[in-house]
């Protein structure tokens, strides 16, 4: 089993940036990827970003050159920097992960909230 804490979520102004920080405890040994979504009221839950071992990452088109995902293997840990902070990237923010040979996020997070004010 794995947990993934989230921390760094609050209220910016927009044009402004935050850093949103995940830990995961427990098997991480198992995991493969690390990422993060997204959820607005009312709004279904969006994929942001994800880094797999070996260094890929890959963006959703909307976050694009504005956000950044970075890993620390040795902290077992996983970070989104949003720059250029827009009110439509008001949500609940969630780290994700999933398991080598899986094909779908097998742990989540407990969401940090992000509120970008005009």
């Known amino acids: 089993q794995v947990t993934l804490v989230e921390s760094g979520g609050g209220v910016v102004q927009a044009g402004g940036s935050l850093r949103l920080s995940c830990v995961a405890s427990g098997r991480t040994f198992e995991l493969y990827a690390m990422g993060w979504f997204r959820q607005a009221p009312g709004k279904e839950r969006e994929f942001v970003g994800t880094?797999?071992?070996?260094?890929?990452?890959n963006y959703a088109d909307y976050v694009k050159g504005r956000f950044t995902i970075s890993r620390d293997g040795a902290k077992d840990s996983v970070y989104l920097q949003m720059n250029s902070l827009e009110p439509e990237d008001t949500a609940v923010y969630y780290c994700?992960?999933?398991?080598?040979?899986?094909?779908?996020?097998?742990?989540w997070g407990q969401g940090t909230q992000v509120t970008v004010s005009s």
């Open positions: 994700a992960a999933y398991k080598y040979g899986g094909g779908s996020y097998d742990y």
């Open positions: 880094s797999r071992k070996g260094g890929f990452t």
